[in-house]
T-cell receptor, first 112, second 115 residues
Framework: GEDVEQSLFLSVREGDSSVINCTYT??????LYWYKQEPGAGLQLLTY?????DMKQDQRLTVLLNKKDKHLSLRIADTQTGDSAIYFC????????????FGSGTQLTVLP | SQTIHQWPATLVQPVGSPLSLECTVE??????LYWYRQAAGRGLQLLFY??????ISSEVPQNLSASRPQDRQFILSSKKLLLSDSGFYLC??????????????FGSGTQLSVL
């Protein structure tokens, strides 16, 4: 079955760039997502990328997709303390939520 | 704009007691609705989804049930809670295919502790 893996923790200094990595197993994945979960809150969709794209940029966020290696990354430029949260990578075979598989999340801690 | 409400935010229940978590969506009609559970240190697990009133599909066998009495209302229930039901429960909605709403929108979640 599908599997999505992420490292559990990442710490960065305020102002530095953060890079959160994710690997997935199913090469049929068509949609890849990044969600953010702040303490005590639900998940917020940050961005998503179609499998026919290599990169997507949205303000401070850059998503890179290496389809050959099945590797997805989220880069946050000029990381702020408000970026501290858990970041979930997710993939979907057909864009439907039924086929959505989430990673276990990466806890990003931004140090002053 | 569309919003999703989920309550309560936190809940502490004894083993064997019943459960009812409610989720409502505003600003859209005929959405697909979902219940997810997030166990500590793990990703999200899809529990139930619904494509319409009275239509519920279960993804995993479990102690929980779901109902959709109205178009924009989704309820997660249990007759007798188990310790293993503890977790963070998230309701989500998504538009129908072809409506250009591929994104999944989540509620703020309910932290359930079964003691």
């Amino acid at each position: 079955g599908e599997d999505v893996e992420q490292s559990l923790f990442l710490s960065v200094r305020e102002g530095d760039s953060s890079v959160i990595n994710c690997t997935y197993t199913d090469s049929s994945s068509t949609y890849l997502y990044w969600y953010k979960q702040e303490p005590g809150a639900g998940l917020q969709l940050l961005t998503y990328i179609f499998s026919n794209m290599d990169m997507k940029q949205d303000q401070r966020l850059t998503v890179l997709l290496n389809k050959k290696d099945k590797h997805l990354s989220l880069r946050i430029a000029d990381t702020q303390t408000g970026d501290s949260a858990i970041y979930f990578c997710a993939e979907s075979l057909d864009g439907s939520a039924r086929q959505l598989t989430f990673g276990s999340g990466t806890q990003l801690t931004v140090l002053p | 704009s569309q919003t999703i409400h989920q309550w309560p935010a936190t809940l502490v229940q004894p083993v064997g007691s019943p459960l009812s978590l409610e989720c409502t969506v505003e600003g859209t009609s005929n959405p697909n609705l979902y219940w997810y559970r997030q166990a500590a240190g793990r990703g999200l697990q899809l529990l139930f989804y619904s494509v319409g009133i009275g239509q519920i599909s279960s993804e995993v066998p479990q102690n929980l049930s779901a109902s959709r009495p109205q178009d924009r209302q989704f309820i997660l229930s249990s007759k007798k809670l188990l310790l293993s039901d503890s977790g963070f429960y998230l309701c989500a909605w998504r538009g129908k295919p072809g409506q250009g709403e591929e994104k999944l929108f989540f509620g703020s979640g309910t932290q359930l502790s079964v003691l």
